[in-house]
């Protein structure tokens, strides 16, 4: 229905009775509108800001929110005024959509922000007006490619179980997932950086024989040539059949234009072996060494410039385009012209019209090499002619194609520059995770602190306030635990027991896999590297002792240890042990699941009362105890028994 | 009718160029902006009260901020009721109908004053109206080309999409059924006295003239 009108739909109705004496049956009855309300001011307050409109305006589009009673649920009774906690200024658009039947795209709002307010209030963004229609779209693309890019990041993480294929493939395209793959990108480069370089070399003079003039390089040391040949040739044909063996669509890689590229590299030289010296092919074979110049264009794997640089050329097809055409028109009318205009002058070197081409060319690209000049006066008026257009002509595509580099190459600028950013971000977003896991178990010790002090007749005086929110979180995950009958500890408790079961031969752990960020990654791996023996003066005398926590004492010496002043909280840790928790861990027989957020322990931890515990740990760097890969490397989500 | 205030606001923009150039005699803007009689000599003239009429300008004035509708405004707020035909050529004789003083605009009183007669009138000034949307050049009868047009122009408006399918003829058969019914002496015009007379002894006609008056 013609909402956008429905103030004219009284009109319309009235407008009927054109039809009625011309009617032959009877007309049906028409409907009653039995709430018969005056029509009455709503007043929304949306935070704060009071709008205020008839009620029939927002009646006008029944299928959002306003419109419908949808709006009901927000309500105030008190104030007598509908509520919205959302922002004032976007809803200004959002009402005036209502009033004028036109939704607009104000240019300083944010694309995002604007289209969650449309969503909240029911409002699709395909009727936003003409006037602000192609901004909004390009708007929303930019941002779609920005977060485009955002998102190709996270596929060079690495999946758990990936083929060794995959792996490979992995490797080639992303050289710094793994140091094999760094190797093998340098050594490529390396090869054809030397087979560019002997190819140039090879036709240098090397200075003379006894007898014969200079003759270059390649002819005089023909076997050195041939073996460097020999081996990148070879180091390429590897490369490239691995890459065929690891591409995941073996049809989609031979066609693609880095592949080709390897190919016409590398087929000379093979169609040089198979060829023996036959006179009448020997020509063919040596045209065939300038395919070799291609190698250089294998670069471009390693170049991000280069890329660029070919996808804007690739992009910029139709300018390109353009220029040649309007070139190749402008060439061939002056040409003709200068040939007409120089056929009188004796010993003119314009003999044809496309030996003027020449002459044409070299003039509008204002190069002038000065091998073929006019000599007659209209000759010479046309040149100038000729090459003031040329200018002119060359000079008005390229702005388009340089303004398409620009905006290509800032893309890549901007990725570039938002993943560096995003190692500082998702570091301070990682600390800001691990506060809140923390304070969890923060808490828990506070617990058991409050406890243990009731216990010993202590006033608690460091009753930190928790608020509501947060308590109410606590018990949330408390709930969990009892569900699970496991508690959550912090990484170096986990570690500490991982450890010891490994050394007990336990053979159960399984590290159950989520998806988490992959900081942890270098995190963990980074464990692999830092132990620190920890004085066995540290660990508080309440620990029950069983069997397994006599390997605990053993093992004390042994400690992973992730890089910050921490230690001091293990050992705080360990008073979560409580004696009923024993008997269970026994029985258990050390079985380790992983279940939850392991991330680094923020030094927030370092904050808490030093008080109770021994002296603080050493930290130094001994020999390492490689921990099994289980822990690096993999994304895990970890919880221990007790 | 009362005279019409009409403030006819001219502007002309000068560019930097002088005068002399045509084209910037092209930029003259001139907008016509329209406002009508003060609330109680509309009420006093229509049928309809203070509120309803606030409502109904509230309305139209959201649509045509100028006062003033203009033909093509009027086409295309009526063919939005009317979405599956095309509602244009009847839209058009309606404009005439409305537009009483024949100045090629519809303002607010030409509007109200319409759907006064429309929707608080009496039977016989309604038929008077229909009438006079029947007869297209006022000339006090209506032909049958003239009823042929109008028909036209209401089957126009169902669009193609109909059951049973609409065919050539049947705008002029239900000319000629109209006519049987209304032209008494047949003498291939329809007055007015004639279409008062038939409408007042067709049941349905009158039953239907009653429809819509709880509207506003």
Redesign the interface.
């Known amino acids: 229905m013609?909402t956008?009108?429905a103030?004219?739909?009284?009109?319309?109705?009235?407008?009927?009775?054109?039809?009625?004496?011309?009617?032959?049956?009877?007309?049906p009855?028409?409907p009653?509108?039995n709430t018969k309300r005056?029509?009455e001011l709503i007043i929304l307050n949306v935070s704060g800001r009071r709008f205020q409109t008839?009620r029939t305006t927002l009646d006008r589009y029944p299928d959002t929110l306003l419109g419908s009673s949808e709006k009901d649920f927000f309500y105030n009774e008190d104030t007598k005024e509908y509520f919205f906690d959302r922002d004032p200024d976007a809803f200004r658009s959002i009402l005036n959509f209502y009033?004028?039947g036109k939704l607009h795209y104000p240019r300083h709002e944010c694309i995002s922000a604007y289209d969650e307010e449309l969503t909240f209030f029911g409002i699709i963004p395909e009727i936003i007006g003409d006037c602000c229609y192609e901004e909004y779209k390009d708007r929303k693309r930019e941002n779609l490619e920005r977060l485009q890019d955002d998102q190709e990041e996270t596929k060079d993480m690495k999946l758990p179980n990936m083929s060794f294929r995959e792996t490979m493939w992995r490797a080639f395209e992303n050289p710094h997932t793994s140091t094999m793959a760094l190797v093998f990108y340098y050594v490529t480069g390396f090869f054809i950086a030397i087979s560019v370089i002997t190819n140039v070399v090879e036709t240098v003079p090397c200075g003379s024989t006894f007898n014969q003039k200079d003759m270059p390089c390649g002819e005089r040391y023909t076997v050195a040539f041939f073996c460097i040949d020999t081996a990148c040739v070879m180091i390429f044909t590897v490369e490239y059949l691995l890459r065929l063996f690891a591409a995941p669509s073996r049809y989609r890689f031979m066609r693609s234009v880095m592949s080709i590229i390897d190919v016409v590299a590398i087929l000379p030289y093979y169609i040089g072996l198979v060829m023996t010296n036959n006179e009448d092919v020997s020509g063919a074979f040596v045209t065939l060494r300038v395919f070799r110049v291609f190698r250089i264009f294998k670069f471009s794997r390693h170049s991000q410039g280069l890329r660029i640089l070919g996808y804007t050329l690739k992009s910029c097809a139709s300018e390109l385009g353009f220029l040649l055409f309007s070139l190749t028109m402008a060439i061939i009318i002056f040409a003709t012209v200068m040939f007409y205009a120089e056929k009188g002058s004796s010993s003119s070197k314009f003999t044809s019209i496309p030996a003027s081409f020449w002459y044409t060319i070299v003039t509008m690209t204002t190069l002038g090499y000065g091998d073929m000049v006019p000599k007659t006066i209209a000759g010479k008026i046309f040149g100038s002619i000729c090459s003031l257009s040329g200018v002119l002509v060359i000079a008005l595509p390229v702005p388009v194609i340089v303004s398409n580099f620009s905006r290509i190459y800032h893309q890549n600028q901007r990725a570039d520059k938002r993943r560096a950013q995003k190692k500082a971000r998702m570091a301070r977003i990682r600390i800001a995770k691990s506060g809140s896991a923390n304070a969890f178990l923060q808490s828990k010790r506070n617990g058991l602190l409050s406890e243990l002090l009731e216990l010993t007749g202590k006033d608690e005086e460091d009753q930190k306030s928790v608020s509501l929110l947060e308590s109410q979180h606590h018990h949330l995950l408390h709930c969990l635990e009892k569900t699970t009958a496991h508690e959550f500890v912090d990484e170096q408790m986990y570690e500490q027991n991982f450890l010891e079961t490994a050394l007990q031969t336990f053979p159960s752990h399984s590290p159950s896999t989520a998806s988490h960020d992959s900081p942890a990654v270098t995190c963990c791996s980074r464990k692999e590297r830092r132990n620190t023996p920890l004085p066995s003066a540290g660990l508080p005398p309440s620990h029950p002792s069983s069997a397994h926590q006599s390997a605990l004492h053993e093992l004390s010496a042994i400690r992973i240890h992730c890089g910050d002043p921490l230690s001091h909280s293990t050992s705080r840790s360990n008073l979560n042990v409580k004696p009923d928790d024993s008997s269970r861990i026994n029985s258990k027989s050390g079985r380790i699941t992983t279940a939850i957020i392991s991330l680094p322990s923020p030094p927030a931890l370092s904050s808490d009362g030093d008080g109770l515990h021994g002296p603080l740990q050493r930290r130094s760097h001994p020999p390492s105890i490689q921990t099994t890969a289980s822990s690096a490397g993999i994304n895990i989500v970890k919880v221990s028994a007790l | 009718m009362d005279p019409r205030r009409v403030l006819t606001v001219s502007a002309r923009v000068d560019a930097a160029v002088s005068s002399t150039d045509s084209v910037e005699d092209e930029l003259e803007l001139s907008t016509v902006r329209h406002r009508p009689e003060g609330l109680e000599q509309l009420e006093a003239q229509t049928r309809f009260s203070r509120?309803e009429l606030q409502?109904?300008y509230?309305?139209?004035k959201?649509?045509c901020p100028s006062g003033v509708v203009n033909e093509e405004t009027f086409k295309d707020?009526?063919s939005?009721?009317f979405?599956q035909g095309d509602a244009s050529t009847y839209a058009h004789f309606?404009f005439n109908?409305f537009d009483t003083d024949h100045n090629g605009s519809v303002s607010f009183e030409d509007?109200v004053m319409?759907?006064s007669i429309?929707?608080r009138g009496t039977v016989q000034e309604?038929?008077i109206?229909?009438f006079n949307?029947?007869d297209i050049n006022k000339d006090g009868y209506i032909s049958k080309e003239e009823m042929l047009d109008?028909?036209k122009a209401?089957y126009d408006m169902m669009g193609k999409c109909t059951y049973p399918v609409l065919k050539e003829e049947t705008p002029r058969q239900?000319v000629e059924?109209?006519f049987q019914k209304?032209d008494k002496n047949k003498d291939g015009v329809v007055t007015i006295d004639e279409?008062i007379d038939s409408?007042q002894n067709d049941e349905?006609?009158m039953?239907?003239?009653h429809?819509?008056e709880?509207?506003?």
């Open positions: 013609a956008g009108v103030a004219w739909l009284p009109f319309a109705r009235a407008a009927a009775i054109g039809w009625m004496p011309v009617a032959n049956c009877p007309m009855i028409a009653r509108d005056q029509d008839w009033r004028t | 509120k409502i109904l509230r309305g139209f959201n649509e707020i009526y939005q009721f979405p309606l109908a509007f319409g759907l429309l929707l309604k038929l109206w229909a949307l029947y109008i028909m209401i239900h059924v109209f209304m279409f409408c349905n006609i039953r239907s003239m429809l819509f709880n509207v506003l």
